[in-house]
């Protein structure tokens, strides 16, 4: 039984040494079958996963649902996605599968060009708050922060600095 989805593409097997005296004369080996299936969909865009997610196989209710595959969906994403599980949970309803896993993407990890290390380096202090928060989403989601996330940050900012200002 496999322990990781990194083991989704290794064939468990043991091996059958027939020896002829002190001679190994053949080794033979006998695949081990799968109780329960892997599968993985992704790295995708959110839409296109949905469509992949909704053409899975329904749930055959005379087969064991402890057969049913194990299922680990990657998806990759512009901005996050608040009802991402909500999302992938509801176009698996009566699908013969098992979700264990939701992987996310985010367009702007690293740097495409290569070009990040040539980036200059800028003391925190030289940084308000916001404009930190702003630097580190666009570092991570590749996009500009939109206003009505901003406003919320500077809210919980607030809240956060009124509490530490109380005795």
């Known amino acids: 039984m496999p322990l990781s989805f990194s083991e989704i593409s290794y064939q468990h097997q043991i091996l059958e040494i027939n020896c002829d005296g002190e001679t190994l004369a053949s080794v033979e080996p006998l695949l081990i079958p799968r109780a329960v299936n892997l599968q993985r969909l992704g790295p995708t865009p959110l ?6 997610l909704k053409a899975l196989p329904d749930i055959d209710l005379l087969a064991d649902p402890d057969r049913q595959p194990w299922l680990e969906v990657r998806v990759r994403l512009d901005e996050p996605q608040p009802d991402l599980r909500n999302q992938i949970e509801n176009a698996l309803q009566g699908k ?26 800028i003391e925190l202090d030289q940084l308000t708050p916001q404009e930190l928060f702003s630097r580190a989403w666009q570092d991570n989601f590749g996009s500009e922060v939109d206003e009505q996330t901003l406003t919320d940050f500077a809210t919980l900012l607030r809240e956060v600095q009124q509490e530490s200002e109380q005795p």
């Open 47 to 52: 839409a296109d996963l949905l469509v992949q």
């Open 96 to 121: 013969a599968v098992r979700l264990v896993r939701i992987g996310a993407e985010y367009a702007g990890k690293g740097s495409a060009d290569g070009s990040e290390g040539n980036a200059t380096l």
